[in-house]
T-cell receptor, first 114, second 114 residues
Framework: DQQVKQNSPSLSVQEGRISILNCDYT??????FLWYKKYPAEGPTFLIS?????DKNEDGRFTVFLNKSAKHLSLHIVPSQPGDSAVYFC?????????????FGSGTQLTVLP | EPEVTQTPSHQVTQMGQEVILRCVPI?????FYWYRQILGQKVEFLVS????????KSEIFDDQFSVERPDGSNFTLKIRSTKLEDSAMYFC????????????FGSGTRLTVV
């Protein structure tokens, strides 16, 4: 069941340049989207989120874009830093009951080269 | 910064044995979750817990699994009779009333069933 897909398992970018991570989803009931970063032997760390009523949300070096008609979202990191090297997960949520579960993509390994 | 604490970090158990994975969520959070990640696979939802009861559970969360919040601070996941395929990283997470700040995940417990 591939409701959330990250088609690029890995991405390499030079330090200072832009990193663009992509995510596609199929479930039109998703109304909230999140990006997480994960280092080895640690839990996922929340980065940024966006509600389906918006098409852009920005927080410092991180910007998430949502294209609902294409069921596509992307995370832009500008400028990229070596410390950004990690696995990035896209996650989506649909309101169902009192709590919200997240459906994760398979992740993209970002490597920022110095 | 508040964090979700999970113990132990690594648990090795024999097939058929019971294990209890422990979590201390962030104190003022309302929703509690367990997720797991089998090596090389996606992070998968197991169960959500709100107001002292299960809110939702996935099809992975069968009768072998149970959750409990025994004392108002701990949140536990019990696997009654472990199978080899239960080997995975288990992540506890908690969140407040809004997803604006995402979930806060713990560092995980690596469960190895031998």
């Amino acid at each position: 069941d591939q409701q959330v897909k990250q088609n690029s398992p890995s991405l390499s970018v030079q330090e200072g340049r832009i990193s663009i991570l992509n995510c596609d989803y199929t479930n039109s009931m998703f109304d909230y989207f999140l990006w997480y970063k994960k280092y080895p032997a640690e839990g996922p760390t929340f980065l940024i989120s966006i509600s389906s009523i918006k098409d852009k949300n920005e927080d410092g070096r991180f910007t998430v874009f949502l294209n609902k008609s294409a069921k596509h979202l992307s995370l832009h990191i500008v400028p990229s830093q070596p410390g950004d090297s990690a696995v990035y997960f896209c996650a989506a949520s649909a309101r169902s009951g009192s709590a919200r579960q997240l459906t994760f993509g398979s992740g993209t390994q970002l490597t920022v080269l110095p | 910064e508040p964090e979700v604490t999970q113990t132990p970090s690594h648990q090795v158990t024999q097939m058929g044995q019971e294990v209890i994975l422990r979590c201390v969520p962030i104190s003022n959070h309302l929703y509690f979750y367990w997720y797991r990640q089998i090596l090389g696979q996606k992070v998968e939802f197991l169960v959500s817990f709100y107001n002292n009861e299960i809110s939702e559970k996935s099809e992975i969360f069968d009768d072998q699994f149970s959750v409990e919040r025994p004392d108002g601070s701990n949140f536990t996941l019990k696997i009654r009779s472990t199978k080899l395929e239960d080997s995975a990283m288990y992540f506890c997470a908690s969140t407040g009333s809004s997803l604006n700040y995402g979930y806060t995940f713990g560092s995980g417990t690596r469960l190895t069933v031998v």
